[in-house]
Each structure stands twice: as structure tokens, then as C-alpha cells.
């Protein structure tokens, strides 16, 4: 190719110009959008913070109280740590490479099936542990048989729920893998 | 700076890298919708780790590509015909327009590697801007720029043979 035929094609390129929308009214919404979304989690995080934070301040309280206690706190820091990340995803895929969106893509599918992995074993020991400790420590209320029966049913369904997770989350996601896989077959044909 | 003026400088380098992924009407409208929003959100993230037009640019692109993606996935048909230009015909804006429009045009016609390559060595950005921004080596930008070249040269030439 001769300098005077690019040269030519970048003063075409280069003389084109038109109108941009105006999207500044478009835009302050998303941000008040982003921005309530946030303000209602946190929200939520604060409360929940503030409950178990009574629950340590009373002196004198059981151990297993605590122990909870912590698994809430446990909780809702993996959920903040989650939402964030999720966040910084949206972000990736706003602006970000393609490769970049899809990669963040199958990181979270990988995650979503080891997490639903932890849910299913790690629900399991807690069931096993419960049934050893439970009857021992109703053994002296009033009707141990019907605290039993409730709370091991319920137990019963949750299990059933968290065993089966791995399953669930993979029929859930096959959609989006064959989509991540239409992507990427899409990408090498774009030379991409 | 602050987003307008950012589309003041920066404004004709993000309408171009529009027109290379969508043709005149509705749909450039949308992504020039979609362009302008992600670079708003995106500016308070600029650290100066690059140039502005390059970020500005890499935004343009990356939602470009996205779109195109959208578009290969929702109908499988070619690019419909361009609306024509509402202005008069004596308007020099209209007549450098319509010769970009063109232009254009054949460069949709290339794979979006090539694309992108050829679209930011237009804007005159040197390889190794280009190569950050397509997220490739500086040897992939020579080589994919070497392809896009020949392969816009052709479609050219065979509507002008036409």
C-alpha cells in the first residue's frame, strides 16, 4: 500500500464527524440507581451487624450464641465480598475486552459450581453435628420429641436443598456455558 | 475534565469508532447511547496510565464489539441499507460524510480483529497503543493491520469495478 492511498483513507476517516447524543440525563439516573442500590445493601449489612452486635454486648451469653453469631457475621461479610465482586464484573463487561468479560464470565461459573460443592459438604457435617448436639440439648425441656421433629425436618429440607446444589447450579448454568461457548467460537471467527 | 469536554476533544474519534460497528439509523443510535454511557461511568476510573484517547477509545471499542456480538446473536442477515443523510446535498459536511459513510461501509465488511486494528491506525494511534487496547502483541497489530489493509483495498476496488 503507497503513503498517498492510506493518507487518503485517513483524511476519509478523519473528515467524518456527527452528532452525539445527549446523555447526561440517561446517566445521572444509572449512577442514583447504583447508587440506591448500594446505599439498600449496606443498608442491610449495617442492621444485620447491629443485631449480632447486641447479641455479643450482653454478657453471660451461651457460647453456641456466639458461635452464631459469628456464622451471621461469617455471612454477611462473604455476601459483601460477593456483591462487590459481582460490581467489579458489571464493570469489566461495561467497558472491558470481550475476552476480558467472557473469562470474568467462567471465573464465576467456577466459583458458583466450587461454591455449591462447600454448600452441599459443608451443610452436611454441620446436619451431622447437629443431630449428635441437638438431642443432648433439649434433652431436658419440656417436649424434646417436638423441638426435635420441627427443627430436624426443617433441617431435613435444607439439606435437601444445599445436597442437591451442585446439581441445581449446573443445570442453571448450562445456558450460560453454552452461551460462553457460542462467544468464544464467535471470537476466533472475528479474529478477536 | 469533565465529560463534556471530553466530547469536545474527544467527540469525532468516538463517533468514528461508532460508524465502523453500526450502519446510519437506529442502531448507531443505541450504541452511541451505550458508547457515551459506559465512558460517563468509566471516567472517574481514568488513572492517566494511558493516553485519554486511547481510554476513550478502548471504551468505544469494547462496547462496539459487544454490540456486534449482540447483533450476531440475534439475527443472522447482512447490515441493512444506510438511511440516507437528512441534510442537503451542497452542505460540505454532507458530501465528506457520504464519501465516510462509503468507507465505512467497507470496513464493516471486515472480520472485527481487523476491524478494530485498522479503525485505531486510522485515528493515528501507534502500535503499541493499538496492541494495549486490542489486548495483543505489538507483531499481531503488523500483521492484522497487513490483512485489514488488503482486505479493504479489495472490497473497494470490486465496488468500484461493480
Known amino acids: 500500500m503507497t503513503d498517498a492511498e492510506w493518507n487518503s483513507w485517513q483524511s476519509t476517516w478523519k473528515g467524518a464527524m456527527g452528532p452525539l447524543p445527549d446523555v447526561h440525563a440517561r446517566t445521572r439516573r444509572e449512577v442514583r440507581r447504583h447508587l440506591l442500590a448500594n446505599v439498600a445493601f449496606f443498608l442491610l449489612v449495617a442492621v444485620a451487624v447491629a443485631a449480632v452486635a447486641h ?20 455471612f454477611f461479610g462473604a455476601m459483601s465480598i460477593g456483591y462487590l465482586w459481582i460490581q467489579r464484573g458489571i464493570a469489566v463487561r461495561a467497558t472491558g475486552n470481550p475476552r476480558a ?83 468464544r467460537r464467535w471470537m476466533d471467527e472475528q479474529s478477536l | 475534565m469533565t465529560f463534556d469536554e471530553l466530547i469536545r476533544e474527544h467527540g469525532p474519534a468516538l463517533w468514528r469508532a461508532i460508524a465502523s460497528y453500526a450502519p446510519r439509523g437506529a442502531e448507531r443510535d443505541d450504541l452511541a447511547q451505550d458508547v457515551m454511557v459506559a465512558v460517563w461511568l468509566a471516567l472517574p476510573r481514568f488513572r492517566g496510565d494511558c493516553s485519554l484517547q486511547s481510554f476513550v477509545l478502548r471504551i468505544a471499542h469494547n462496547r462496539g464489539l459487544s454490540h456486534a456480538w449482540r447483533r450476531a446473536r440475534m439475527r443472522t442477515e447482512p447490515e441493512p441499507p444506510d438511511i440516507p443523510d437528512p441534510r442537503p446535498a451542497a452542505d460540505e459536511q454532507f458530501v465528506v460524510n457520504e464519501r465516510a459513510e462509503r468507507f465505512h ?14 479503525a485505531l491506525a486510522l485515528e493515528g494511534l501507534p502500535h503499541a497503543e493499538i496492541a494495549a487496547i486490542a489486548g495483543i502483541t505489538i507483531e499481531n497489530v503488523a500483521v492484522r493491520l497487513g490483512r485489514a489493509r488488503a482486505a479493504l483495498r479489495r472490497s473497494i476496488e470490486q465496488e468500484e469495478a461493480a
Open chain 1, 55 to 74: 447479641v455479643f454486648s450482653v454478657p453471660d451469653r451461651e457460647p453456641w450464641v456466639h458461635l452464631i453469631g459469628w456464622i451471621i457475621l461469617a
Open chain 1, 101 to 183: 468479560a467472557v473469562a470474568f464470565l467462567e471465573r464465576r461459573l467456577r466459583v458458583e459450581r466450587f461454591v455449591a460443592h462447600l454448600v452441599r459438604w459443608a451443610y452436611l457435617g454441620l446436619c451431622v453435628a447437629f443431630a449428635l448436639v441437638f438431642p443432648r440439648l433439649v434433652a431436658d425441656h419440656q417436649a424434646p420429641k417436638l423441638e426435635m421433629a420441627i427443627s430436624f425436618s426443617f433441617m431435613a429440607i435444607v439439606l435437601g436443598v444445599t445436597f442437591s446444589a451442585p446439581w441445581w447450579v449446573a443445570r442453571r448454568n448450562r445456558p450460560y456455558q453454552e452461551e460462553i461457548d457460542r462467544w
Open chain 2, 105 to 118: 461501509r467497507h470496513l464493516r465488511t471486515l472480520p472485527l480483529g481487523q476491524r478494530e486494528v485498522l
